[in-house]
């Protein structure tokens, strides 16, 4: 203190000392002539050490120039006060920073000069005005920023309050504005969009409730305008704003060609799905499934189709190898062969193939060539079972078509040459009779009636033979008597055997029961055939008959029939075809006999109807062997048992049955004379009608007891007039007369009540049945009277 000037007053410079900035007085040449207390605690530097030039100790050297323009102003006095900034390097805190305000002052004793000033630590402030500066540049260059960066940006970005309305707009072209920006900003969405408000209100206020951005698409407002945006709602201020100051940032974004994209990616995916389903329907329907193989990698692609044809898992893979083992043997090699053509010479294959010892596949498949080099195959295989079972069916069947048409052929032309034969021999004789130039009448009669019997058994066979082939022939079933039915068939034949010196032998095992179910004609038949074809074709030793059970229960027996004999014998080479139709073995020995040749046929269908075959073991010289096994139902009632027909002695009722009123409706005037003769030997004088209409009228006029209607005649045929008389003459017995013996005509005469029907040519022994069986029931005659006078 004690540098102070004298004249200041004590208590002033306890103020100055106290005062919270540094005083200090300097001489016109910038010494110190006094510092306060406050000084010392701002620059850190002693007020002793101070005074003087000492205080620009603490300076920033680049700042003394700036104290002594202001001393030097401050001396001019041409300012009041020169105001001032500063630093010094303070030895505890650094660099501060300092204002200084200083003043001219005179002295009014001695009009000296001084300055007088104070300087005050400015640090703080001074900092915080920097950072001011540096965040304002900042913000500036942000602006900057955010303005290029939106630029950048297709986006149009609104800025708008928690009323929805418009504050501000950004966007690199303000030509996508939907209004001018002046139309729109300060306004509420409502007031400028009214159809859009309730687009956009949901999501901002969404994203005022929970800070989350929200998002959404929409189209254009204008429906014309092919166009599609996307909003976002942000939020861009706290939450804990006051309300009236938060603010939301409202980003559009032009998406139609993203939308546009996802159509058309749509619309692709829409066209390859009905793409697919098309072609895995058409798959099915054909039974054709896709594949590709790539010959890079050996990848193969199947279709569903293509893996159910090979019968592989969906979910199977499958390489080249694994169909080759799939093919049947062969067929491998074939694929094989025609895949690699394919590759080598970059050419379609087309083949078939077999899979699985089952499946026929066909492989269409075509090359796909890049750089001249096929890189893949692709192509379709097809199931083709059906179409290949298909035509080998019809190929059959057109084998077996031309067989039987070759066959109908062979048939005809052996049929004339037999039916030549007998007819050679009743033509020549018949001529030799008409010339009367015989000798021995007998002999030629007799050899008549042989030519027109085989004659008649060879149409019968054929007709038989028909009748099997077009399945006309149904076993009828009845109780028989086997042991009987065996009896009287080899009764037949007792005498042919006794005359050729033969033994005919027949076994029956003790077994088989006496009375079976069986159609007695048609076994009659098969029997009748085997034993006459032994005996015929035996000169010396036997034939056996033998029947055997093979089971037997309280139902069923199962019969096993053996014919042997100790005949000629049949070449081996006819083993094969003597069952055939008109097959003769064609050697001396058996040149002898005649025969129809269908006799055998016949009986192998037969067999076969009982659901059985025949075997034939034959050695020539020593014998043949027929077999064959029929298994029999056994009666469980009392059935009807077919019986035998009473072979009735034709000579016993010759002239008996005169009393009988006949009527024969015959047109063929043969025919006619032949029926006349054979009822006149019975004593019997007909009425003769050679029609329907003739017939009708002798029916008008006479009463019959029978009536032979000829079935095929012209105008009212038989079947018309049967049913004519049996309606109106109920008393007249019917017999139909017919040549014809399809099942299909019995079944048409069964329609007609009352009838009985005759098979032309007819035989004495037959029409007496009828004949016998009518005047019995009228008491014409008694059976047993006439049995009486049986010799
Ligand atoms: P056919 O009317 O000629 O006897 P089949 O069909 O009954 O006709 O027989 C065909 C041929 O089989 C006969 O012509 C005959 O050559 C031969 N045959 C049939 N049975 C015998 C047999 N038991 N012994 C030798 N040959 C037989």
């Known amino acids: 203190m004690k540098n102070f000037d004298q004249t200041t007053d004590q208590n002033l410079q306890e103020i100055l000392h106290a005062a919270p900035f540094g005083f200090f007085k300097l001489d016109l040449d910038g010494n110190a002539l006094f510092v306060s207390k406050s000084w010392e605690d701002i620059t850190g530097l002693e007020v002793g050490v101070s005074l003087g030039k000492g205080w620009h100790s603490v300076l920033v050297p680049e700042d003394i120039p700036v104290i002594a323009t202001a001393i030097r102003a401050a001396t001019t006095g041409q300012k009041q006060t020169v105001a001032f900034g500063f630093r010094i390097h303070h030895p505890q805190s650094g660099i501060r920073f300092c204002r200084m305000d200083v003043r001219l002052i005179q002295n009014e004793q001695d009009r000296s000069q001084c300055l007088i000033g104070y300087v005050q630590d400015v640090t703080d402030d001074h900092l915080t005005h920097i950072k001011l500066k540096e965040a304002e540049s900042r913000q500036r260059e942000m602006n900057t920023y955010l303005t290029s960066l939106i630029a950048s940006l297709e986006d149009i970005v609104l800025e708008i309050d928690t009323e929805r309305r418009f504050i501000n707009v950004w966007a690199k072209d303000e030509t996508l504005f939907f209004l001018p920006k002046e139309k729109f900003i300060g306004k509420t969405i409502a007031e400028v969009f009214p159809h859009m408000e309730s687009l956009f209100s949901a999501p901002i206020t969404a994203a005022i409730r929970t800070g989350e951005p929200q998002e959404f698409e929409y189209k254009h407002i204008d429906p014309t305008i092919d166009k599609w945006f996307k909003a976002k709602v942000t939020m861009v201020s706290k939450t804990n704003q006051p309300t009236e100051q938060q603010r939301l940032a409202l980003t559009i974004q032009d998406i139609t060609s993203r939308i546009k994209q996802e159509q058309a990616l749509k619309q692709t995916k829409a066209l390859l799905e009905r793409t697919n389903q098309i072609l895995e329907s058409s798959q099915k329907l054909s039974n054709t499934g896709g594949w590709e193989f790539d010959v890079l990698t050996g990848e193969m692609f199947w279709t569903n189709q293509t893996k159910l044809i090979f019968e592989i898992g969906e979910n199977d893979t499958i390489n080249y190898q694994d169909i080759l083992t799939l093919c049947d043997p062969g067929y491998d090699y074939i694929f094989d062969q025609h895949i690699r053509r394919s590759l080598e010479k970059k050419e379609p294959h087309d083949f078939i193939f077999r899979i699985r010892d089952k499946k026929w596949l066909r492989s269409i498949g075509f090359p796909v060539v890049e750089n001249n080099c096929v890189v893949k195959l692709r192509g379709a295989t097809m199931d083709i079972t059906e179409q290949m079972k298909t035509t080998q069916a019809l190929l059959e069947a057109k084998n077996k078509a031309e067989e039987a048409a070759q066959a ?384």
């Open 408 to 791: 109908k052929t062979d048939f005809l032309s052996v049929m004339s040459h037999e039916i030549r034969t007998p007819l050679n021999g009743i033509i020549g004789i018949s001529n030799l009779l008409k010339m009367n130039r015989f000798q021995d009448h007998q002999a030629y009669v007799d050899n008549l009636i042989f030519s027109a019997d085989h004659l008649l058994q060879l149409i019968n066979d054929i007709l038989d033979l028909t009748k099997i082939d077009s399945d006309h022939v149904e076993l009828v079933q009845n109780e028989v008597n086997l042991f009987e039915l065996l009896q009287r068939i080899t009764n037949q034949f007792n005498s042919l055997a006794e005359s050729k010196n033969i033994d005919l032998i027949t076994f029956v095992d003790p077994g088989i029961p006496e009375k079976i179910i069986a159609d007695a004609v048609r076994i009659n038949q098969i029997l009748n055939n085997l034993i006459s074809n032994a005996l015929k074709y035996t000169d010396a030793g036997k034939v056996t008959v033998a029947l055997q059970a093979l089971s037997c229960d309280a139902h069923k027996v199962t019969i096993r029939f053996t014919i042997k004999d100790t005949g000629i014998g049949i070449p081996e080479e006819y083993h094969e075809v003597i069952f055939d139709s008109f097959k003769q073995v064609q050697q001396p020995a058996s040149r002898k006999h005649t025969g129809t040749g269908l006799g055998l046929a016949i009986t192998k269908k037969l067999i076969e109807l009982h659901n059985s075959h025949i075997s034939m073991e034959s050695t020539m010289g020593k014998g043949t062997t027929f077999r064959f096994d029929i298994a029999f139902d056994l009666p469980q009632s009392n059935m009807a048992i077919d019986q035998p027909s009473i072979s009735y002695s034709v000579d016993t009722y010759a002239n008996k049955l005169g009393d009988l009123r006949v009527l024969l409706v015959e047109d063929n005037p043969i025919n006619a004379m032949v029926a006349q003769k054979q009822l006149a030997y019975f004593g019997i004088v007909p009425d003769c009608a050679y029609d329907g209409l003739e017939a009708l009228s002798l029916l008008k006029n006479n009463a019959y007891h029978i009536a032979f209607i000829d079935l095929h005649m012209p105008g009212m045929d038989g079947q018309a007039l049967s049913e004519f008389v049996h309606k109106h003459y109920p008393d007249t017995h019917i017999v139909i007369s017919t040549a014809d013996i399809m099942g299909d005509v019995r079944v048409r005469l069964s329609e007609i009540h009352a009838y009985d029907i005759l098979n032309k040519p007819v035989v004495l022994e037959k029409l007496l049945v009828f004949l016998l069986k009518v005047a019995e029931q009228r008491s014409i005659i008694s059976m047993e009277s006439a049995l009486d006078e049986q010799p």
